[in-house]
């Protein structure tokens, strides 16, 4: 079955750090754009960061710059979003996506737009201040 499964939400205080993992099965991860998005109670869901796996670029939403980095590990078949200085505005459900290479104009465009292939279930991240 092809999927996204993540792991590692939790409640956190501000200022602390999480990593989320996301692990793909059914399907090799390394084909495919990747990223992370969230939605926050009573927003629309946002691009958080995203990374192009044709050309290696990436974008980041302003408010975490600087602060989250997305990883892979082609071994393990699995996208990481690691969260350091983390603020209460950053809670939300963090959802985990995957896209075709050949679908991705820009990295930009796809993280803003969002459409993909595949998502995760999503994972709580709770910020207390």
């Known amino acids: 079955q092809e999927q996204l499964v993540e792991s590692g939400g939790g409640l956190v205080q501000s200022g602390g750090s999480l990593r989320l993992s996301c692990a793909a099965t059914g399907f090799t991860l390394d084909h495919y754009g990747i990223g992370w998005f969230r939605q926050a109670p009573g927003k629309e869901r946002e691009g958080v960061v995203c990374?192009?796996?044709?050309?290696?670029?990436?974008y980041s939403t302003n408010s975490v710059k600087g602060r989250f980095t997305i990883s892979r590990d082609n071994a393990k078949n699995t996208m990481y979003l690691q969260m350091n200085s983390l603020k209460p505005e950053g809670t939300a459900v963090y959802y985990c996506?995957?896209?075709?290479?050949?679908?991705?104009?820009?990295?930009?465009?796809?993280?803003?737009?969002?459409?993909?292939?595949?998502w995760g279930q999503g994972t709580q991240v709770t910020v207390s201040s």
């Open positions: 990374l192009s796996s044709r050309d290696g670029s990436t």
């Open positions: 996506a995957a896209i075709a290479k050949w679908k991705i104009t820009t990295v930009q465009i796809w993280c803003l737009v969002g459409e993909s292939d595949y």
